[in-house]
């Protein structure tokens, strides 16, 4: 069983930063994908940056250049460093890791594991 909790979310300025923090347990290199997906009340699942089994990271093109997806295995921690950030950033993030069939950035919030959420506010 896979189990995640994110943290680090809260209320920021635009153009602030935040770093979010995903402690996992469970996770084995057969999950494949690990990343992050974001989903405000009302719209549709976003996906936000992945990593898929060799460390490469994938990123959305509404966040491609200010967020930065990294994990530390000693920790088992992911992180999404989020700089430049705008009020459409806005959502509750959400780790994951899971199995894609195609595409880890396509996929994720669709499938596999993921943790209750942490909430990021910016304002204009």
């Known amino acids: 069983q896979v189990q995640l909790v994110e943290s680090g979310g809260g209320s920021v300025q635009a153009g602030g930063s935040l770093r979010l923090s995903c402690a996992y347990t469970g996770y084995t290199d057969s999950m494949y994908c690990m990343g992050w997906f974001r989903q405000a009340p009302g719209n549709e699942r976003e996906g936000v940056a992945t990593l898929d089994g060799d460390g490469s990271a994938y990123y959305a093109e509404y966040v491609r250049g200010r967020f930065t997806i990294s994990k530390d295995n000693a920790k088992n921690t992911l992180y999404l460093q989020m700089d430049d950030l705008k009020p459409e950033d806005t959502s509750m993030y959400y780790c994951?890791?899971?199995?894609?069939?195609?595409?880890?950035?396509?996929?994720?919030?669709?499938?596999?594991?993921w943790g209750q959420g942490t909430q990021v506010t910016v304002s204009s």
């Open positions: 994951s890791a899971f199995i894609a069939t195609v595409s880890c950035l396509d996929e994720v919030g669709t499938t596999g594991y």
